[in-house]
Structures are given as C-alpha cells and as structure tokens.
Nanobody, 123 residues
Framework: VQLQASGGGLVQPGGFLRLSCAASGFHLDRYAIGWFRQAPGKEREGVSCESSSGHNTYYADSVKGRFTLSRDNAKSTVYLQMSSLKPEDTAVYYC?????????????????WGQGTLVTVSS
C-alpha cells in the first residue's frame, strides 16, 4: 500500500489549490481516506475524511465551505480542493488510508500514510 501526495505550493491568500493523493497497491474503493495537516509548532489535525463507502465525509470546522474532498476510484486518486485559502492553512498536508473505515478524523485510526506536501499561503 502506497500513497503519494502532491499539488502543494505557494499561493496567495484567497487563492486555491488542488492536492492529489495517488494510491497504489490496493483498491481505493475499499478504504476510508483522510487528509490531515500539520502546521509549524502544532499537532497534526484531521482536515477532511471520507468513509470507504463515500457516504460520510468529515470536515474540520476551520475548512467547512472552503475545502472539498473527492475521489476517483478508477484513477485510484483522492483530491482535496482548497479555496479561499488563508495564511492559517499553511501546513504540510498528508493523505492517509484505512481499510473499510468510517470518516474518523483521529489519525490513530489510519494505517497508511503518504509523505506530505507543503502548502504555504502568503502574500
């Protein structure tokens, strides 16, 4: 099982980015997927997590209405569309997966992790 996150970069406040997480070695449609982030000096937090069924999606209050998680099982890729970005969204973003799981935002529930991609929101 491997996850490869990409799409991070430098963006101005109010801008947008789309992160991608490419999965290999497993059937994505059998796994719950989560996006987490860790800002400098802070603990890692759940940003958006979706159950394996796709029926339940969690969003942190700080990103509701601005971020959207989606997945393309045929391409084995999960996306995090981020808009109206704020400086406080600056962090390393990670994707994670767990088999047949719900939309838990607790990172301890996720067995597989990508390497992280840095998002910097700054003017």
């Amino acid at each position: 099982v491997q996850l490869q996150a990409s799409g991070g970069g430098l963006v101005q406040p109010g801008g947008f980015l789309r992160l991608s997480c490419a999965a290999s070695g497993f059937h994505l449609d059998r796994y719950a997927i989560g996006w987490f982030r860790q800002a400098p000096g802070k603990e890692r937090e759940g940003v958006s997590c979706e159950s394996s069924s796709g029926h339940n999606t969690y969003y942190a209050d700080s990103v509701k209405g601005r971020f959207t998680l989606s997945r393309d099982n045929a391409k084995s890729t999960v996306y995090l569309q981020m808009s109206s970005l704020k400086p406080e969204d600056t962090a390393v973003y990670y994707c994670a997966a767990r088999r047949n799981g719900g939309s838990s935002s607790d990172e301890r529930n996720y067995a597989y992790w990508g390497q992280g991609t840095l998002v910097t929101v700054s003017s």
